[in-house]
């Protein structure tokens, strides 16, 4: 699903100053002013994966972004890549990378992305092939996003309860790893 603005502002998420104030400078200034950021000295957060508690506002601060930035947002849910034909999992990977790149400045939104990226080998992963390929995939697509750097103008923007049941490989991939905290 693409859209191309989202209704949800930094303003309407009450308290998280500090994370939406980091938000606003790895997401929103690069996509302001890439040229700014094609500087060797200054790389822009091509990645950011959003980790916390449930129900904590880590999908809301994700469109805020997008808006904020006036990216298109594109919202992936995990169910969605995969398929019961091999190799098309992997084509949807591609695809949805590709329609980002088409109409960029755009952002990719994956919530609940343990659900495709568990640890491979643990009880998460989900052992079979699709999975691997997937994860694989999505991999590839992250690396050639950070060797386009502020040239692509695409971000991905990742969520997660559960940090630990991720890949370590696919964690790595992310520029910044922001947690979001339970409200006070």
Not at 7 to 29: H, M, R
Not at 69 to 85: D, E, I, N, Q
Not at 96 to 113: G, K, L, T, W
Request: hydrophobic share 45%; aromatic share 8%.
């Amino acid at each position: 699903q693409l859209e191309h603005a989202p209704a949800t502002t930094f303003a309407s998420i009450s308290g998280l100053d500090a994370l939406k104030a980091e938000l606003y400078e790895c997401v929103v200034l690069p996509s302001m002013w890439p040229e700014a950021y094609a500087a060797p000295l200054r790389s822009a957060a091509a990645t950011v994966l959003l980790h916390g508690p449930p129900g904590t506002g880590k999908t809301m601060l994700a469109e805020a972004a997008a808006h904020e930035g006036g990216l298109r947002l594109l919202s992936v849910k995990p169910s969605a890549f995969f398929s019961t034909y091999f190799g098309d999992s992997e084509k949807f990977v591609r695809h949805c990378f590709a329609v980002a790149r088409a109409n960029a400045p755009a952002c990719i939104f994956i919530d609940e992305v343990d659900a495709i990226a568990g640890t491979r080998g643990g009880s998460n992963s989900g052992e079979d092939g699709a999975s691997r390929r997937v994860l694989c995939e999505l991999l590839l697509q992250m690396t050639d996003l950070r060797r386009e750097g502020a040239d692509s103008n695409v971000v991905v923007i990742a969520a997660t309860n559960d940090l630990g049941a991720l890949d370590e490989a696919f964690v790595r991939r992310f520029d910044k790893r922001l947690t979001v905290p339970m409200p006070d």
